[in-house]
């Protein structure tokens, strides 16, 4: 039994990271609603554009390898988004960061939390 517990470790510390992966899409997925929906640029849920922003988006996060030390991807050291995206994507943090704290407060909250210990981390080089 004893020769088991790596091993169930090692799929615990898997899960965890899968669940950051999925909270960090979960976030990404939110602010991109908010901000497709402010801009009125469809009536649907979301216009092409920002479907293809999503999907984006979403890839990247399940292909970063650093998954594991990183928090998010705002706070990342490699910006792993190629230009035009990265582009988009900060045009909508941009609008939907300040926004966020309504629709969610404690999403918020918790995401602003996570950014702040990785730039304590860090130091002030990057920021
Ligand atoms: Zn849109």
Redesign the pocket.
Known sequence: MQKQTGRKQIEDKDEIIDDKREHEKHIVNLMIKI??RG?K??PEA??N??KELMAYSNMRVDKCPFMKTKTFCKSCRIHCFKKDMRVRIKEVMRYSGPRMIFHHPILTIQHGIESYKDKGRRGKRNT
């Open positions: 901000y497709c801009m640029h469809s979301y216009c554009d920002c």
